[in-house]
C-alpha cells in the first residue's frame, strides 16, 4: 500500500490537496501534528473539494507515534537528498511503502533525516528555486510510485462520461 506522510503540515490548502490526490489514488494519508490548521477549516474543505469524507487518513500525536504503529519501508523527501526519486524501487504492490514530506518552512526533523540518509531523495530541478510547493512534490513522487505499480487499482478510462465519448461528440 502507498501512504503519503505529512509532517507537520503548516499549510491548510496543500494538505486539502493531497487529500484530493489521496483519494483519487487510493493512497492513505498520514498527518504528523502539530497541523498548522484545524482539519474542519473551510480552506481544507474548499481545497480537497468534498473528498475529505472519502480520505482515509490518521492523525498522529508526533513522529514516534507514527512510527510505532507503522511498518513497512520509508522514504524521505528532502532538499537535502542526494537520490532521485525515479532511482528507488516501489513496484512491490504489497510491501508498505511510506513517503514522508515534511512541513513547508522547514522540512522534516534533520535527526530524522540524518537517521535515514539511505532513504532520503530528492525530487531533480534547478538551482533557482529551493523546493517545489509540497502538493505538487506528493503527486509527482506518488505517480512515480503508481507507475512502477502499473497504476493498480486505478482507472484509465473517465468513470463518468462513455469510452467513446469523444468520437461521439458532435462536430
Same mark, same amino acid.
Given at each position: 500500500m502507498i501512504n503519503i506522510v505529512l509532517y507537520e503540515p503548516e499549510i491548510p490548502q496543500n494538505t486539502g490537496n493531497i487529500m484530493r490526490c489521496c483519494v483519487a489514488t487510493n493512497a492513505r494519508l498520514h498527518l504528523i501534528k502539530p497541523l498548522g490548521f484545524k482539519l474542519d477549516e473551510k480552506s481544507i474543505k474548499r481545497s480537497s473539494v468534498n473528498f475529505i469524507e472519502q480520505c482515509d487518513y490518521t492523525v498522529y500525536e508526533n513522529y514516534e507515534d /507514527?512510527?510505532?504503529?507503522?511498518?513497512?519501508?520509508?522514504? /524521505?523527501?528532502? #532538499?537535502?537528498?542526494?537520490?532521485?526519486?525515479?532511482? /528507488?524501487?516501489?513496484?512491490?504492490?504489497?510491501?508498505? =511503502?511510506y513517503f514522508i514530506f515534511g512541513k513547508?518552512?522547514?522540512?522534516?526533523?534533520?535527526?530524522? =533525516?540524518?537517521?535515514?540518509?539511505?532513504?532520503? +531523495? #530528492?525530487?531533480? +530541478?534547478?538551482?533557482?528555486? #529551493?523546493? =517545489?510547493? =509540497?502538493?505538487?512534490t506528493v503527486a509527482i513522487v506518488l505517480y512515480e510510485a503508481l507507475r512502477q505499480q502499473n497504476y493498480q487499482g486505478l482507472l484509465f478510462d473517465e468513470p463518468h462520461k462513455s469510452k467513446t465519448f469523444l468520437e461521439d461528440y458532435p462536430d
Open positions: /507514527f512510527a510505532a504503529k507503522n511498518p513497512g519501508t520509508y522514504y /524521505f523527501l528532502t #532538499r537535502y537528498g542526494h537520490k532521485p526519486h525515479t532511482t /528507488f524501487d516501489y513496484s512491490n504492490t504489497e510491501e508498505n =511503502l513547508e518552512s522547514t522540512g522534516i526533523d534533520k535527526h530524522i =533525516l540524518k537517521n535515514n540518509l539511505d532513504h532520503c +531523495m #530528492r525530487i531533480p +530541478m534547478s538551482g533557482i528555486v #529551493r523546493s =517545489l510547493n =509540497l502538493a505538487d
